[in-house]
């Protein structure tokens, strides 16, 4: 079993930075190291969306167009945490970020995933950007 739990959301101005942590727990039959693991948001009245997603190695991170060039996403295997670092903050990245573990899906079909398919899902963390 996974647990996940994301931290570092907030109020910050356009223009500003935010670096979110998603803290898993596991039981000893999962190894987190070999876990994909990814960040989606989802703003009011909308779908849940895919952000970034990172490999189990830490070596291959995937992003959404919107938010390349301004997020980075990175994970510390020892520390069982993954990452997203939100620079260039805009009113249209306001949502509630939610951290994602997977190992069912290629590296490839992960971003086209419908969320439903996703099966271990933090609480969520609210990103507010005002203008």
């Known amino acids: 079993e996974v647990q996940l739990v994301e931290s570092g959301g907030g109020l910050v101005q356009a223009g500003g930075s935010l670096k979110l942590a998603c803290i898993a727990s596991?039981?000893?039959?999962?190894?987190?190291?070999?876990?994909?693991m990814g960040w989606w948001r989802q703003a009011p009245g909308k779908e849940r969306e895919f952000v970034a997603v990172?490999?189990?190695?830490?070596?291959?991170?995937s992003y959404a167009d919107s938010v390349r060039g301004r997020f980075t996403i990175s994970r510390d295997d020892a520390k069982k945490t993954v990452y997203l670092q939100m620079n260039g903050l805009k009113p249209e990245d306001t949502a509630v970020y939610y951290c994602n573990a997977d190992s069912s899906h290629s590296l490839s079909d992960y971003p086209k995933a419908p969320p439903s398919s996703l099966r271990i899902w933090g609480q969520g963390t609210q990103v507010t950007v005002s203008s």
């Open positions: 596991v039981t000893p039959d999962f190894n987190f190291s070999f876990l994909t």
């Open positions: 990172i490999n189990w190695s830490g070596t291959i991170p």
